[in-house]
């Protein structure tokens, strides 16, 4: 009977069959991450809601409209996290992460939350893994993190990707710039959506993420920060293509790139999968030289990317096998029971994956298990104390030698 329970509203159970893509996942994140230097960091899932007001941007539609806030018993404001960098910058300044060698390098993975209308691609519960790099303005920096990005994308194999690449200029360049684009905005209000039109002052980047007919037109003929680049931003933008450049990633310079988040400043970067439908972004990011400042610290450039894991699976679209076991050890006498436990242990204990019936089934049903689970080897405990050795592939059957059980299972006593 179905439960009359169901998992709430935009959020899913990993199941068994799910969780094996998953971890393959993880796998590759740690190594093609871990053998750069980044290493693994992990925050609380919920903050005080303060942090990601003030590190997200009180304009986002993150802030405005999808936290998971709560209070707690204590009358705190808290909030479930909407995103990473807010939180790994606060655990940078609160551990006093300023004092090691810069810059700091970390690498994270975990659930997040948004409280968004849920599709394909979207859920309120999401997982995200992404990296930090803490501590310098250089563009190696923001290369560096592209490329990771690309490598583990590419080392999963996820098909159809595509990099696009902006800058936003420093944050005096970005003010400045702004200013044009408000009035840009401003001398087209009547062909703006409401939503746009509401928020020219707070947040008129995103005029260029709108799907309205109306101000697309509007935005076709808006000015770009990326052709108003000057000086050392200018020259920052161009070291971070030379570096992709010369590494062989693929990009398409996108001046309309917005992200968002409102931390970002000069490089920011989106990879998006033709194969992902309207939810297209599989992951994205930048450089935030004035969060940490902004969250109270001393001036801290970084930069950084957050991708998403149910995206890269989606456009994956992959089932990993379940893996076969090793042996399975049946009894055909009950008094064998605590025997066939401790044969089991030793084996796994040698790196053999090895099960026992927990189910109290009779031997005809223990070795139609074993079949269903897949084992190769089936190790059968006579009520005599003596012992079988079942080849499952081929159904031979022959007396094993208890002495070398280890070699036994695993391929016929060589
Ligand atoms: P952001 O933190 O908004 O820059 O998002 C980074 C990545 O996280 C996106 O490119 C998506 O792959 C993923 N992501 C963001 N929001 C969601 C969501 N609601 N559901 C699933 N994935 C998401």
């Known amino acids: 009977m179905a439960s009359k329970y169901q998992a709430p509203r935009g959020t899913f159970d990993v199941l068994p069959e799910q969780a094996r893509g998953r971890a393959r996942l993880e796998r590759a994140a740690a190594d093609v991450f871990g053998h750069a230097g980044y290493e693994p960091i992990a925050t609380p899932v919920f903050e005080d809601t303060d942090l990601f007001e003030r590190g997200v941007g009180q304009s986002t539609d993150i802030v405005r ?8 018993k204590g009358g705190r404001s808290l ?18 992460m300023q004092k090691l060698a810069q810059p700091v390098k970390l690498f994270y993975l975990g659930p997040f939350f948004r409280h968004e209308r849920p599709q394909a691609g979207r859920y309120r519960q999401f997982h995200q893994l992404g990296i930090e790099c803490i501590g310098t303005d250089s563009p190696l920096a923001d290369a560096e993190v ?18 696009r690449l902006g800058s936003l200029g420093s944050f005096e360049a970005r003010r400045a710039y702004l200013e044009d684009l408000k009035a840009h905005l401003h001398a087209h209000e ?9 928020r020219i002052d707070l947040n008129p980047l995103r005029a260029f993420d709108s799907d309205d007919e109306g101000t697309r037109a509007v935005m076709a003929s808006a000015p770009t920060i990326v052709e108003q680049l000057e000086g050392e931003d200018a020259e920052h933008f161009a070291e971070v293509r030379a570096l992709l450049d010369a590494a062989g990633v693929a990009y398409v310079v996108d001046p309309t790139l917005v992200r968002g988040l409102d931390y970002y400043t000069r490089t920011i970067f989106s990879f998006v999968c033709d194969r992902l439908g309207a939810q297209s972004e599989i992951g994205g990011g930048g450089r935030y030289d004035g ?21 890269i699976l989606l456009a994956l679209d992959e089932e990993v096998p379940a893996p076969g076991r090793d042996a399975f050890v049946a009894i055909a006498d009950e008094a064998q029971r605590q025997r066939a436990m401790a ?17 109290g089934r009779g031997l005809k049903g223990q070795l139609k298990h074993a ?24 159904g031979e059957q022959r007396p094993a030698d208890l002495g070398n059980l280890v070699g036994e299972m695993k391929g016929g006593g060589e």
């Open 65 to 72: 409209k999808e936290m998971f806030t709560f209070e707690d």
């Open 79 to 96: 909030t479930l996290r909407p995103e990473g960098t807010a939180s790994i910058c606060r655990a940078y300044l609160e551990h006093g």
């Open 146 to 163: 592209i490329m990771l990005l690309s490598e583990l994308l590419a080392e999963l194999g996820v098909p159809g990707v595509e990099l």
């Open 190 to 198: 009547g062909e703006l959506s409401k939503d746009v039109r509401e």
């Open 291 to 311: 969060l940490i400042e902004q969250l109270g610290g001393p001036p801290t450039p970084a930069v950084g990317f957050a991708a998403g894991i149910e995206r």
């Open 343 to 359: 044969l089991a242990i030793e084996l796994r204990h040698a790196g053999i994956s090895a099960e026992v019936d927990l189910a």
């Open 371 to 394: 079949n269903r689970i897949g084992a190769r080897r089936v190790l059968i405990l006579e009520a005599d104390g003596s012992a079988q050795v079942r080849d499952m592939e081929t």
